[in-house]
């Protein structure tokens, strides 16, 4: 198995130093946000404690270049593709999110679309960190356009076998996904478990708005924390003030568990 590569090693660290880290998704959508509006965005959210930028997203298309290049000018902290598809690759990010959506019924979202990427990945000199991704009930578009078998809310078993297949098949960490802006978070039971069960790092996010709920999310085990909707609804007018307040109670949250 290779080593790590720098932004791995760095996302690594922050876990063991902090116990937990937090990344931010911006989605290059040019409906939402131009590029230079993403490089804000970016840039306030580093300074509110935010550990990396994630780009991506289920339906992006057209700017992803230009808003990768736009945030690596504003931030220090890793730049990080979460691509909805072999088109969401930019060769000026830092690296990529190789990611398996393992409860998808095709096989295009497990490892076509992968293979079909993989020699640009390459050829771009972007450090790949592979993900089992697993999409929970309510999924949202990511579920819908992945075609998941939305894993059942009630049944956190069904993800833990999931999860610790992920981990035996080499991946180097999970993601619990309920969907970007879903009304139900991934649930804490199935968190719990999931975090007891594998020794890679967790990550979950989709509907995380308030600190209460990401303090929940880090007590319950999660070892990254992803949001995207709230920061980008909330960010450009407080300034941040909400991430760093939902970064402060994810980060004592940990220490008192
Ligand atoms: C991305 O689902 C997360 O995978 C982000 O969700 O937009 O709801 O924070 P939110």
Known sequence: MPNPGPTWKRILKIIEEERI????????????????????????AEKAGSNGIMVGGS??????????????KQVDIPVILFPGNVSGLSRSA?????????NSRKTYWIIEAQTLAARHIKSYNLEPISMGYLIVQPGGTAGFIGDARLLPRDKPEITVGYSLAAQ?????????????????VVPIPMIKLVSHTIDIPLAVGGGIYSPEQAAATAAAGADIIVQGTIIERTIMDDKGKQLAETIKAMRAAKKKG
């Open 168 to 184: 035996y098949m080499g991946f180097q960490f999970v993601y619990l996904e309920a969907g970007s802006g879903a009304e139900n």
């Open 59 to 72: 339906t992006a298309f057209g700017i992803i270049d230009e808003s990768v290049q736009a945030i690596k």
């Open 21 to 44: 880290a937090h990344l931010t998704l911006i989605d290059p959508d040019p409906i939402k946000q131009s590029a230079d509006t993403a490089g804000q965005i970016a840039s306030l």
């Open 94 to 102: 830092d690296a990529v999110f190789f990611m398996s959506l393992l």
